[in-house]
């Protein structure tokens, strides 16, 4: 009877580990995501076509904003 409680307790013990784990993994994924604001494929398309188009001299950028 005692082996199996420690098995039981060794099994709830692991997935809590394991959950730990993934939920702090996306913490801090959320964290550098916040920090960086991180953007998806959509908006870094339409992010490089207008740096192009600034280079180019097509668009001028906004006099009160500084390029990174």
């Known amino acids: 009877m005692f082996d199996r409680v420690t098995e039981v307790i060794s099994l709830v013990l692991g997935a809590l580990a394991i959950g730990y784990l993934v939920y702090e993994i996306d ?3 959320r964290k550098l995501r916040d920090i960086w604001d ?3 494929g959509e908006d870094a398309l ?3 076509s207008l740096e192009d188009m600034v280079e180019s001299g097509e668009l001028r950028p906004f006099a009160g ?3 990174a």
Request: aromatic share 0%.
């Open 46 to 48: 339409i992010t490089d």
């Open 27 to 29: 913490r801090r994924q």
């Open 65 to 67: 904003a500084a390029l």
């Open 38 to 40: 991180v953007l998806d």
